[in-house]
């Protein structure tokens, strides 16, 4: 089976001239529509495609499971949007479209598309595919990761207009995300497991890289580990929810958000590595990122 794979850069070009965000919107979401019309071709007759206030659905479900599915993002964005008043913004560049494939065969065809250069790709039951026109993908036969991915993924969509740091943002999803869909069961490690090993991975080299965002790209240790210290760092920035607000308004990039914090939450960022982990070298240095920033949104 072949995917019709949209050149999203070429349909750029087509992007009407206007500040009518209006029709922008209606524009992409058009577009959007024809792309998923020619993917439903391609997947076979079972697919068909539905579609709520703000989301295009493609998928082998019919009409009523079909709008379930479709119920969870729209009651998640507003839930979103009312957690992070001030603060989340809806794009107003198209609906967000979601693929559901009817198997991990299909599935891992449709997703291998965008990762060629990877090498083996490790399979999951749901992702957010950030190429082109970002959109969601799911395997109907394991749809156990679809509100923890949507929660977390939707927090991302509409906290992209802010140029966040790759903590700030990611620490806001996984927040938003364990609210809204808290994980099952007992964790794999308890708090002073999880500290311990915090404390054993970061120094001053390490802690360089989770300033810049590229710590989220090394796998293993350094992935989990930088959530988990994202997701901690926001909780103790966000207790006072007016003081946050500003902050992350004001909150770049090039800096990871350090004078943001010191403009509105009274302090520099580094005050929150020295509350996880204790006194050190935790102060960010933009002059040591050699190899860039990130924004988030692995």
């Known amino acids: 089976m072949t995917f019709p794979i949209v050149d999203w850069d070429a349909m750029d070009v087509h992007k009407p001239a ?4 209006a029709f922008i919107d209606e524009f992409w979401s058009a577009a ?23 989301f295009l659905l493609l998928s082998p ?27 989340a913004r809806e794009s107003e560049q198209g609906k967000v479209c979601a693929l559901i494939f009817k198997d991990q065969d299909q599935y891992y065809k449709y997703v291998s598309n965008y990762y060629l250069d990877e090498g083996e790709f490790s399979l999951s039951g749901g992702m957010f595919l950030q190429h082109g026109y970002g959109h969601f993908v799911f395997v109907q036969d394991d749809m156990s990761n679809i509100e923890p991915t949507i929660a ?19 620490g806001i999803a996984v927040n938003i995300e364990h609210r809204l869909s808290p994980p ?24 360089q890289e989770f300033w810049s965002g590229k710590s989220w790209r090394h796998p293993g240790e ?42 509105y939450l009274g302090y520099p960022v580094a005050h929150l590595a020295h509350a996880v982990l204790g ?3 935790w102060r960010p240095d933009p ?9 988030g949104q692995f």
């Open 32 to 54: 959007a529509k024809a792309w998923l019309e020619t993917l439903r071709v391609a997947c076979g007759d079972s697919f068909a495609i539905h579609e709520s206030e703000r």
């Open 61 to 87: 479900l019919s009409q009523r499971p079909a709008q379930v599915v479709l119920e969870y993002p729209e009651k998640t964005r507003k839930r979103i949007g009312r957690l992070l008043d001030g603060i």
């Open 222 to 263: 350094s992935n989990s580990l930088s959530y988990d210290l994202a997701k901690q760092f926001v909780g103790l920035g966000s207790r006072d929810p007016t003081a946050f607000r500003e902050f992350a308004n004001a909150a770049d990039v090039v800096d990871s958000a350090d004078a943001a914090a010191r403009a």
């Open 18 to 21: 206007t500040a009518d965000q």
């Open 152 to 170: 977390h993924e939707l927090t991302h969509c509409l906290l992209q207009h802010l140029p966040l740091p790759a903590w700030l943002n990611e």
């Open 279 to 281: 006194e050190g070298p």
């Open 287 to 295: 002059a040591k990122w050699n190899e860039g920033m990130e924004r």
């Open 184 to 207: 099952p069961g007992r964790p794999l490690y308890m708090p002073d497991e999880m500290q311990q090993r915090h404390i054993a991975y970061w120094n001053e080299t390490t802690i």
